[in-house]
């Protein structure tokens, strides 16, 4: 019998078992499909060796009118601007103090006690410190004088830091720190932080000690629930909402100096939300829309989150919320679902997803401003974040698949389904978010498989080619290249720019491969006899020569066994032909980059397949 090719069928497909899906892939990591073909995804590295505090999960990007490229980075403990290659606080301000704070140092200790009436503050809250005097040891003026993380909050009317000096280095008081730091310490506390983990309790209760009132939802608490920050541009601004807290508006005329301010307090701000859910502007019409926010009582806002509530402001200003006569501002009130968990800007709408249902608002003009319909019910959203703009529509992922909206919605079929589904932590399901990889025709979710709680995996849906692939990779957030020529993601601290060169940041990427799914001959009725392999490779990385994959063959007799493997050969821009010994009633073959790390320090690795042709011949019955 001569040599058989095996093109086998894009994508992979998890709904059958192994040998159900003969001709095609059953397995993959850090592998995409793009024109029929599979190939390693682009590499990553640092834009910035210039870090961040907390964990970033929400990025946006921008340009001012003077061409000033601005990137928006919210995390679970601050917000940054990033200019240039540095991140720039402008983490709002909740309170200040001025003249109230003392201070206690204990001998040998590097814990300071600090006392102020009721502060507000909690564990991981940052405090600016100024005003202060020496305690009259090691605990000198510098040293008290700076940004500090508050460590505990004993009562109401104390915290705890832990000194340090200018260069971040621990100072421990001595027995001369006698002082209390005199009488004109400042303070100025920044917004409250959030939690790096979705908390399920809800309702009156949930938030921190005396927020809401009885009887109240709280249906995403700001301090004592998952930080997530939603933001868009207002022009050359900016204007970001932390979900279920304050609604800031950063000014960039003003420089990175300077920080956002509560949106209420915005020059020429009248009856502004004080909180929301989410914050987005409209693309066409600009009016800021606040989903969630509090509702209008008696004249004022009522600083309690209203989770069906919508309310726009004037057109083109971001602080006139009063709906009159003389103005566009509005607001609506949605029926279907218990609260909004998300919104999307899209191509003359605005897509607003409760917990059950889709909601189309669309401008209208006066006297109504908008208009809103209910597209679909029993279809929700399965975290703010979820849902992405593409060329072809909106795809989003709910709690029992993914769908598209382009006018009309429609299950995405998906090859993977049970695969993410059954390994996915839905106590978690707000950490899930979509992306837009333009370059390569995908849309995908990075989400948290049932064992983790934080994201560990990703699945990726080309929409051109319709088919699937997953992998397992750490991403919290993600930009597609926009005012950027690259993609760009959030972990461990640092922005990372994407699909540049082929390594993990200078290392070689861990744990590359694809597997196909078993084939055989007359159904199974005869042994299999794999005798060599000619492989068909495009090397396409920059490591030169010495890029290399490994070839591996398994076997079985029967479904329910496992696969063993047979052999592991190595494969180069020359290799010709491989030599192998099998006999099976079932073969599969895999692919595995030898860039892992454990055998090899190559860098520089890329490749994609071609059509693979295997001497293959039946080997008698038994």
């Not at 009063?322 to 103005?327: A, D, R």
């Not at 319709?466 to 950027?484: C, E």
């Not at 640092?494 to 001959?521: A, K, Q, R, W």
Request: proline share 3%; hydrophobic share 35%; aromatic share 12%.
């Amino acid at each position: 019998m001569p040599y058989q090719k095996y093109n086998f069928k894009p994508g992979i497909n998890r709904e059958g078992t192994d040998y159900s899906n003969e001709g095609g892939w059953y397995d993959a990591n850090l592998v995409r499909f793009r024109q029929g073909r599979a190939e390693k995804i682009g590499g990553w590295e640092k834009e910035t060796q210039n870090t961040y505090l907390g964990t970033a999960r929400a990025l946006h990007s921008w340009v001012d009118l003077s061409s000033t490229r601005f990137l928006g980075v919210g995390t679970t403990w601050k917000y940054y601007v990033l200019e240039g290659i540095g991140f720039n606080d402008i983490t709002p301000i909740r309170a200040t103090t001025t003249n109230g704070i003392t201070f206690a140092a204990t001998n040998g200790s590097s814990t300071i006690t600090a006392t102020d009436s009721d502060h507000g503050a909690l564990p991981n809250d940052f405090v600016t410190i100024s005003g202060a005097a020496t305690l009259g040891g090691l605990i000198t003026a510098a040293v008290l004088n700076q940004e500090y993380q508050i460590v505990t909050t004993p009562t109401a009317n104390t915290y705890t830091i832990a000194a340090k000096d200018t260069d971040g280095d621990t100072v421990t008081a001595n027995s001369s720190d006698s002082g209390n730091g005199g009488s004109g310490v400042d303070g100025a506390y920044q917004i409250n932080v959030g939690l790096d983990e979705y908390v399920s309790g809800s309702g009156w209760g949930a938030d921190a000690w005396g927020s809401g009132t009885f009887g109240s939802v709280s249906p995403l608490g700001s301090s004592s629930q998952l930080r997530l920050w939603s933001h868009d541009n207002f022009g050359a601004d900016l204007i970001m909402n932390v979900r279920g807290g304050g609604v800031y508006y950063w000014d960039s005329s003003a420089g990175t100096e300077n920080r956002a301010v509560a949106l209420e307090d915005l020059s020429g701000a009248f009856k502004a939300p004080t909180v929301a859910l989410q914050v987005l502007v409209s693309e066409k019409d600009r009016h800021v829309i606040c989903l969630g926010a509090d509702e209008l009582s008696g004249g004022n806002r009522t600083s309690v989150v209203s989770p069906l509530f919508v309310c726009w402001s004037d057109q083109e200003s971001a602080g006139d919320w009063e709906p009159i006569s003389s103005n566009s501002s509005g607001s609506i009130t949605l029926s279907s679902g218990s609260e909004i968990v998300g919104g999307l800007a899209a191509r003359e709408e605005t897509l607003i997803w409760t917990d059950s249902s889709l909601y189309s608002m669309q401008f209208i003009g006066p006297p109504f401003t908008f208009g809103v319909n209910l597209i679909n019910q029993g279809v929700g959203l399965v975290g703010p974040k979820a849902a992405v703009n593409s060329p072809l529509g909106v795809f989003w992922m709910d709690q029992k698949g993914f769908y598209v909206y382009n006018g009309s919605l429609a299950p995405v079929p998906c090859s993977v389904h049970y695969y993410v589904f059954n390994d996915f932590n839905v106590g978690q399901a707000f950490k899930v978010f979509g992306f837009l990889n333009k370059q390569f025709n995908e849309v995908g979710w990075f989400y948290p498989s049932s064992d983790s709680l934080e994201i560990d995996r990703y699945v990726v849906y080309n929409y051109m080619e319709q088919t699937w692939s997953y992998g397992q990779l750490a991403r919290y957030a993600w930009i597609d290249q926009d005012v950027n020529a690259y993609p760009r993601a959030t972990y461990n601290n640092c922005l990372y720019t994407h699909e540049i060169g082929n390594d993990d940041d200078g290392s070689p990427m861990d744990n590359v491969y694809l597997e196909s799914s078993d084939f055989d001959i007359d159904q199974g009725e005869f042994f299999t006899s794999v005798r060599n392999i000619i492989p068909d490779v495009k090397f396409t990385g920059s490591g030169g020569t010495g890029q290399t994959i490994n070839f591996v063959m398994k076997s079985r007799n029967f479904p329910g066994e496992s696969l063993t493997t047979n052999s592991t050969q190595t494969v180069t821009s020359t290799t010709t032909k491989l030599n192998t010994r099998l006999r099976a009633r079932q073969a599969a073959l895999r692919i595995e980059s030898d860039d892992d790390g454990s055998t090899s320090t190559r860098t520089g690795v890329g490749w994609r397949l071609g059509d693979t042709r295997l001497d293959i011949k039946p080997d008698g019955r038994r």
